[in-house]
DNA sequence: TTGTATGCGTTATCAG
DNA sequence: CTGATAACGCATACAA
């Protein structure tokens, strides 16, 4: 077994090239600083010894970590994985890495203040709505650390924000079970626990209103944004006296669940039932029926998020007005609804 | 606007419980080790003061980060994100912090090991299947560097590896085709790049050859494990003269894009094809029909890599002998698959 | 253009 | 049980 050689430091490039340490800092941070024959007798020393900045120590002495952090309530969710790689990649551009956390244990808002405060990410990219971003940010005096939210309508005004309409998007997305001649439409509920979702709801019903349709409580079904609710959507329908001709649904995986359910009891979509899913996930267009949706910008949402976290880091963008960039989702229209 | 207090330092604290910075340093490290007194005391102003430790100080002194790096060829592939989902948990328990990082430009081998190199990841997570281990690690007589491989078929022994036993899982979903009495059995191959995936073919062939069974060089179709080579599949098999009456395809995409493009043109799973997948990933259940496939552990797969990659950083793992661990993946059976 | 000196915040070592 | 001190590796202010 060959002896672990220790990595080489600055100094270590230093002595080979005959230089002091701050030449060589220089030479890897302002090049132009330098004078062009050191510049290259340090840049073989650099090759020569394989030296690479050790990160803890830059941090230390910059106060800041390249490194930005992602929070979503569930990166299982193939949602937030698209929206993870576009914001790697986006970091990745601008020289900053990503750091994961995802909801276990403790309190959230303690150990997330805790990735910024101990000066392992620059910022945070958070987007589990149901994390009180005020108490993230230390409340009224509080250290006020860049922090985008996305994915959710924030009430907090204070806060960075990038978001979807999700009121315009299922507005638009009612409005096409209602023009292919719908009356009788249900909505499988999103979870109310954040805003975005409840805006999805609003905006279903005041699609409802404009049309003069009535909303039938017994249509409107509460799911919790995964298959089983789905499932379970489609056993609450099954128990009703009528059918709606129609479903919009908060999101594909409870609509292709809640369409699975019915087909087991004869009811076909689109032939009984027309449905609508939110966010087009990848299977979406290869489901039976191909599903109808709105899809979410997902890559545009990490990017535009990433971006925009890195500028207020960098101080690109001023501090002091908060930051509210809004996305379009966009109507896909597949198999899964048909006229009346 | 309230002007920024910078935050406390170790001394800060110290200042205020009226003790040296190593009092305070060892009643977070060590408390047993400092008299009660001084503990609350200590303690106290910790919570006074707000006081978080600043991870870059401490890992330029520890030489360690408690973080380490997860790599995976596309973190936008949901197969990864339930994988993610492990690792970050996993980690978590041990009290480190996950990075993570997707194949971009540039040479790979070279920034993954600068990750290492540079103190900001004390290990590598290694789920690309194509990039070179070896080279990673420095060759021959590299640094050696914590790193566990997993879900690709490491032809490198000196690599540490964590893996699903795939000639074994293609092998029982070939004799599930057989036992259920189909002769015609055509392989919609996953890409060939890494040898995880040459083992699947290998396991086909095996298990055909038990049961001598032919090898129609016609039903056995290069895919690359997405949706659109799945379709694409479907119309080479639409171009031959004779149908299989079962196909193993090298994952569930591939599958459900095949069976889409088949039904398409009135080929119907399972009655005129049976179909067997492979991962069982979230739609699979819920497809229609729902897809009878080989399940990998997911969640195992996640958590044993970064307990077996933690346990080598911390050295319960001797670094002499590489750990390999196999897990094997489950047949799961559901409607795409019958008897001929 | 280059070198010297200093400090970033922490923890290990060594005295007391 | 506690304190003083040094060192981790780097980047900058200042001096030359």
């Not at 600055?10 to 004078?35: F, G, H, M």
């Not at 087909?263 to 899913?277: H, K, N, Q, T, W």
Request: charged share 20%; glycine share 8%; with cysteine.
């Amino acid at each position: 077994m060959v002896p672990t050689r220790k990595t080489p430091t600055i100094q270590d490039v230093a002595r080979k090239a005959n230089v002091s340490a701050a030449t060589v800092s220089r030479v890897l941070s302002s090049p132009e600083r330098v004078s062009e024959s050191t510049r290259e007798r340090v840049q073989a020393a650099v090759d020569a010894t394989g030296y690479t900045i050790n990160q803890a120590a830059r941090s230390l002495r910059l106060r800041n970590a390249r490194t930005i952090l992602m929070a979503a309530p569930n990166i299982g969710n193939p949602y937030y994985s698209i929206v993870l790689d576009a914001v790697i990649r986006a970091a990745s551009e601008r020289g900053y890495s990503v750091l994961v956390a995802t909801r276990i244990g403790g309190d959230p808002n303690r150990w997330l203040a805790d990735y910024l405060l101990s000066n392992r990410a620059d910022g945070l990219l958070l987007f589990d709505g149901s994390l009180n971003t005020f108490g993230i940010n230390g409340g009224e005096q509080g250290p006020n650390l860049p922090l985008v939210a996305a994915y959710d309508e924030i009430p907090d005004p204070r806060v960075n924000s990038v978001l979807v309409d999700n009121r315009a998007a299922a507005n638009r997305a009612t409005r096409h079970l209602i023009e292919l001649g719908h009356t009788r439409i249900g909505h499988l509920m999103s979870p109310s626990r954040n805003q975005s979702n409840h805006e999805r709801r609003i905006g279903f019903e005041q699609a409802m209103q404009e049309a003069g349709l009535p909303i039938r409580p017994e249509w409107m079904i509460q799911g919790d944004h995964n298959l089983g609710t789905g499932i379970a959507a489609g056993e609450h329908l099954l128990a009703q006296s009528q059918l709606p001709t129609a479903m919009f649904c908060g999101n594909d995986e409870m609509a292709i669940g809640m369409i699975h359910r019915l087909r087991l009891a004869g009811i076909e979509c689109p032939r009984d039932l027309s449905v609508i899913g939110f966010d087009d996930v990848a299977v979406a267009a290869y489901f039976a029926p191909p599903l109808t949706t709105m899809r979410q910008p997902r890559e545009d949402i990490g990017r535009v998020a990433t971006t925009t976290l890195i500028d207020i880091i960098e101080g690109e963008i001023p501090a002091g007005e908060p930051v509210h960039i809004t996305l379009r989702a966009e109507l896909v229209v597949r198999e899964s609804t048909r006229p009346i």
